[in-house]
């Protein structure tokens, strides 16, 4: 299994129903930044993302569109969900989609094994069916219908009636694995986060769990069960596989990547948590395979107090923020602005406040002055520092201090605290330039040896936190990079390790600074729904 220096990193599958939403892309963009964090922490890395084609809820779609579920895929994940990635600066190392052959092929082998061994058994269920959850549902977990719902049983997530379906079906024993899930997380306290999550679903566990039917009769666009083709499965347990077929596991033959990489960490909105952290280690358990290393639930972005919905009208397309404020503002600010694991409330006023105040006030330009500086003092050269004081020296510790406590809040999927902790680097160096005045230095030649020591430390300063950022904000902080002259000092930007961000002096004097466009520019237009 992986190496302790390894480091692997999942998003959810998601349906290609309909097109993505800003909560899609959040998800997207915080495992990308862990990613990234990661494999500039040394860490031998890998990231999976990708698309979940099977399924009623599919089939439905395609039909009211005139189209087969193969073409609807085809359409959507070629027009929306791949354009995704390049719209949020995705940097993924595999897109899987659960029509591919690698993946449908590890479905059936797996389906076959746990069949082999015991673990499926044919029967009868009848109960109330979500198909925006594809989920079988309790009666407890229903709602009562209001209005045009009037008398019937509703699902709380997507506010549409229940279907009962009765049908015969094939069984996941997944009640055999009750101790077992309850014994995996009071040993992993970490293998489901956060702990909101955690204490639900060990709840639910607690209270028993049912088998699982994992076959379908009724429709037939999905997996073909291997050894009975009149069903298919279960649109979950097909989803779910993907993150081991796409590292190429097979029951009967060598997978290096899955060797390599797994058991990997995954990313996953808190409403599908329960089927990451009860149904897919369960399945896992069955096969003899390791469990993941950890499953993180983060929570519903809302608009207007709601959970985003394209019926409600309230789902934003990622595009409309990036085509107005850029990749690197929507990656920050959804990452900054939100304790990642809980809720939050998304608002055009707030991003817009935050990028005049923090990206392009703070960070922008503080980058934008430091630079100016150099080429209007020092004619583009960088400086050497002769006259360290206690003023540098605290820049030397705030930083030195940023950087582990970044780390360590990484380390926990806190990436919010990782944000807050690497932006007291900002806001001292631009308190150490409004206290140092370097402008009024610069008048005065008895002090140049003075002038040169501020402009180095606020360039250095600078160069630790495009290392720092580089994983959130990769666009802005690869301009800055080039214009501190540390690509021709250092190397590329992705190269450079973080834990060595705090180690002061890298940048070398005599690194020729180069002019910069702003990193962030104002904004003339008002942003609108």
């Given at each position: 299994?992986?190496?302790?220096?390894?480091?692997?990193?999942?998003?959810?599958?998601?349906?290609?129903?309909?097109?993505?939403?800003?909560?899609?892309?959040?998800?997207?963009?915080?495992?990308?930044?862990?990613?990234?964090?990661?494999?500039?922490?040394?860490?031998?890395?890998?990231?999976?993302?990708?698309?979940?084609?099977?399924?009623?809820?599919?089939?439905?779609?395609?039909?009211?569109?005139?189209?087969?579920?193969?073409?609807?895929?085809?359409?959507?994940?070629?027009?929306?969900?791949?354009?995704?990635?390049?719209?949020?600066?995705?940097?993924?190392?595999?897109?899987?989609?659960?029509?591919?052959?690698?993946?449908?092929?590890?479905?059936?082998?797996?389906?076959?094994?746990?069949?082999?061994?015991?673990?499926?058994?044919?029967?009868?269920?009848?109960?109330?069916?979500?198909?925006?959850?594809?989920?079988?549902?309790?009666?407890?977990?229903?709602?009562?219908?209001?209005?045009?719902?009037?008398?019937?049983?509703?699902?709380?997530?997507?506010?549409?009636?229940?279907?009962?379906?009765?049908?015969?079906?094939?069984?996941?024993?997944?009640?055999?694995?009750?101790q077992r899930l309850l014994d995996l997380y009071e040993s992993q306290p970490d293998f489901l986060q956060?702990?909101?999550?955690?204490?639900?679903?060990?709840?639910?566990?607690?209270?028993?769990?049912?088998?699982?039917?994992?076959?379908?009769?009724?429709?037939?666009?999905?997996?073909?069960?291997?050894?009975?083709?009149?069903?298919?499965?279960?649109?979950?347990?097909?989803?779910?596989?993907?993150?081991?077929?796409?590292?190429?596991?097979?029951?009967?033959?060598?997978?290096?990547?899955?060797?390599?990489?797994?058991?990997?960490?995954?990313?996953?909105?808190?409403?599908?948590?329960?089927?990451?952290?009860?149904?897919?280690?369960?399945?896992?358990?069955?096969?003899?395979?390791?469990?993941?290393?950890?499953?993180?639930?983060?929570?519903?972005?809302?608009?207007?107090?709601?959970?985003?919905?394209?019926?409600?009208?309230?789902?934003?397309?990622?595009?409309?923020?990036?085509?107005?404020?850029?990749?690197?503002?929507?990656?920050?600010?959804?990452?900054?602005?939100?304790?990642?694991?809980?809720?939050?409330?998304?608002?055009?006023?707030?991003?817009?406040?935050?990028?005049?105040?923090?990206?392009?006030?703070?960070?922008?330009?503080?980058?934008?002055?430091?630079?100016?500086?150099?080429?209007?003092?020092?004619?583009?050269?960088?400086?050497?520092?002769?006259?360290?004081?206690?003023?540098?020296?605290?820049?030397?510790?705030?930083?030195?201090?940023?950087?582990?406590?970044?780390?360590?809040?990484?380390?926990?999927?806190?990436?919010?605290?990782?944000?807050?902790?690497?932006?007291?680097?900002?806001?001292?160096?631009?308190?150490?330039?409004?206290?140092?005045?370097?402008?009024?230095?610069?008048?005065?030649?008895?002090?140049?040896?003075?002038?040169?020591?501020?402009?180095?430390?606020?360039?250095?300063?600078?160069?630790?936190?495009?290392?720092?950022?580089?994983?959130?904000?990769?666009?802005?902080?690869?301009?800055?990079?080039?214009?501190?002259?540390?690509?021709?000092?250092?190397?590329?930007?992705?190269?450079?390790?973080?834990?060595?961000?705090?180690?002061?002096?890298?940048?070398?004097?005599?690194?020729?600074?180069?002019?910069?466009?702003?990193?962030?520019?104002?904004?003339?237009?008002?942003?609108?729904?």
């Open positions: 299994m992986a190496a302790a220096e390894t480091f692997s990193i999942t998003t959810p599958i998601f349906y290609v129903n309909d097109a993505p939403h800003i909560g899609h892309a959040y998800t997207e963009v915080a495992a990308d930044v862990l990613a990234r964090w990661n494999r500039q922490s040394g860490r031998d890395t890998w990231s999976l993302t990708g698309t979940d084609e099977h399924g009623q809820k599919i089939l439905r779609t395609a039909v009211a569109n005139g189209v087969t579920p193969k073409e609807w895929a085809d359409k959507l994940v070629d027009e929306a969900w791949v354009p995704l990635l390049k719209t949020i600066d995705i940097a993924n190392d595999d897109f899987v989609r659960t029509t591919e052959v690698r993946h449908e092929s590890v479905v059936q082998a797996f389906l076959q094994k746990l069949y082999d061994t015991g673990f499926i058994y044919d029967g009868e269920y009848e109960g109330f069916y979500c198909v925006g959850c594809e989920e079988f549902k309790q009666q407890g977990d229903l709602v009562d219908g209001a209005g045009e719902f009037d008398g019937q049983w509703v699902c709380p997530i997507h506010g549409r009636p229940v279907e009962v379906l009765k049908e015969k079906n094939y069984f996941f024993r997944m009640s055999d694995f009750q956060p702990d909101s999550v955690r204490n639900e679903i060990v709840s639910f566990v607690r209270r028993g769990l049912d088998d699982l039917s994992i076959s379908r009769q009724s429709f037939d666009w999905g997996v073909r069960v291997p050894w009975d083709d009149s069903h298919v499965v279960y649109v979950w347990f097909d989803a779910l596989l993907n993150y081991v077929s796409a590292l190429g596991w097979e029951p009967t033959a060598d997978a290096p990547a899955f060797e390599r990489f797994w058991p990997s960490n995954h990313i996953v909105g808190k409403d599908i948590a329960r089927f990451h952290s009860v149904i897919w280690p369960a399945m896992l358990m069955a096969a003899d395979l390791p469990v993941p290393r950890r499953v993180f639930a983060h929570g519903w972005l809302l608009v207007g107090g709601e959970k985003m919905s394209k019926s409600k009208l309230t789902g934003i397309a990622p595009s409309q923020i990036t085509e107005v404020f850029g990749s690197d503002a929507f990656r920050y600010y959804f990452l900054r602005a939100i304790n990642f694991g809980q809720d939050g409330s998304f608002s055009w006023e707030d991003l817009s406040a935050r990028y005049q105040a923090e990206l392009a006030n703070g960070f922008g330009n503080l980058a934008s002055r430091v630079v100016s500086m150099v080429g209007r003092y020092c004619d583009g050269i960088l400086p050497p520092a002769t006259e360290v004081t206690e003023a540098e020296e605290r820049i030397h510790a705030v930083l030195a201090s940023a950087v582990a406590r970044a780390e360590a809040a990484m380390e926990r999927f806190a990436i919010h605290e990782a944000l807050a902790a690497i932006w007291t680097v900002v806001d001292e160096l631009n308190g150490y330039l409004t206290e140092q005045e370097p402008w009024k230095v610069a008048k005065d030649e008895e002090r140049t040896a003075r002038l040169h020591t501020i402009l180095y430390t606020a360039a250095e300063g600078l160069r630790a936190l495009a290392v720092l950022l580089s994983p959130v904000t990769p666009q802005a902080t690869q301009k800055l990079w080039r214009a501190l002259g540390a690509e021709s000092a250092l190397g590329s930007l992705t190269d450079q390790r973080i834990p060595d961000a705090g180690e002061w002096g890298q940048l070398p004097a005599g690194a020729v600074v180069s002019p910069m466009e702003g990193l962030f520019p104002r904004i003339e237009q008002e942003a609108t729904v």
